[in-house]
């Protein structure tokens, strides 16, 4: 299970995609959570085995308390519709952050979920709401002076990280043009290969997600090695 392939996709482009519909911004919200639907049923078909995606970062407070308002309506929804399908089809979903910030019917639906699809172990979907790379690792390091510890390794910080039990994404995908990280999986993605495709998110689906593992394919990676020929 945990040997399979790890993509993790920062959600980016549901604004923009609306705007160019005259449409307000959480109609790109609702049309990103088809995507979502659409790239978690392509990733058990394409045998992904680990998919990890960024729907709401510590930072996304900042925006209006009716975008707000709307994006964890629309996660309220999906929690709703998705919680049987994911286990019809063994999907183990899974959130990383600090859900203490959401509104406690959201929390306590994330905690049930999770604990429901615990045993499924086709696909995991691993979520970031109310996460931050940053903040992941603040977290870990406190968790580890509290244990006692003065000096650290790198292991026993993985050791702390929401995805401690989790191998590192193989594919960090970020739609609509941006290349950035934004704080996402900071200490995870150090080796990741990196991909930013133009397509908006709320048009990404299968055929976007099978052109992204095709030039994942042809990665050369060394992990600070060099390649054969050149050795
Ligand atoms: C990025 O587009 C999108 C978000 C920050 C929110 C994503 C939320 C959802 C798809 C809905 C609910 C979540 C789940 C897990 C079902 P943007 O708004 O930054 O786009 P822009 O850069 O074009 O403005």
């Not at 510590?58 to 929804?77: A, H, M, P, V, Y």
């Not at 990280?181 to 495709?197: D, G, I, K, R, V």
């Amino acid at each position: 299970m945990k040997d399979g392939l790890h993509v993790a996709i920062i959600l980016d482009g549901n604004g923009r995609w609306a705007k160019r519909r005259g449409l307000p911004r959480n109609a790109g919200h609702r049309a990103g959570m088809e995507a979502i639907k659409k790239t978690v049923l392509a990733s058990c078909e394409l045998g992904i085995k680990i998919l990890s995606l960024f729907a709401f970062s510590t930072e996304n407070w900042k925006r209006s308390q009716k975008e707000i308002d709307g994006i964890f309506g629309i996660l309220r929804d999906y929690l709703d519709e998705n919680i049987e399908v994911y286990k019809e089809k063994g999907i183990n979903l899974r959130i990383m952050g600090d859900l203490s910030k959401l509104p406690e019917d959201i929390s306590k639906k994330l905690i049930s979920a999770q604990e429901e699809t615990a045993s499924c172990d086709k696909l995991i979907v691993n979520v970031g709401i109310n996460y931050g790379g940053r903040d992941e690792l603040v977290r870990a390091f406190n968790l580890l002076l509290k244990e006692g510890k003065s000096i650290v390794s790198a292991e026993d910080i993985k050791k702390k990280l929401y995805t401690h039990d989790l191998p590192d994404p193989d594919l960090v995908i970020r739609t609509s043009g941006e290349q950035r990280l934004s704080n996402f999986m900071l200490f995870q993605c150090a080796y990741s290969e990196l991909y930013f495709p133009k397509i908006l998110w709320p048009d990404f689906n299968k055929k976007a997600l099978k052109k992204a593992l095709s030039v994942y394919k042809k990665r050369d990676r060394r992990f600070g090695n060099v390649t054969e020929e050149k050795k």
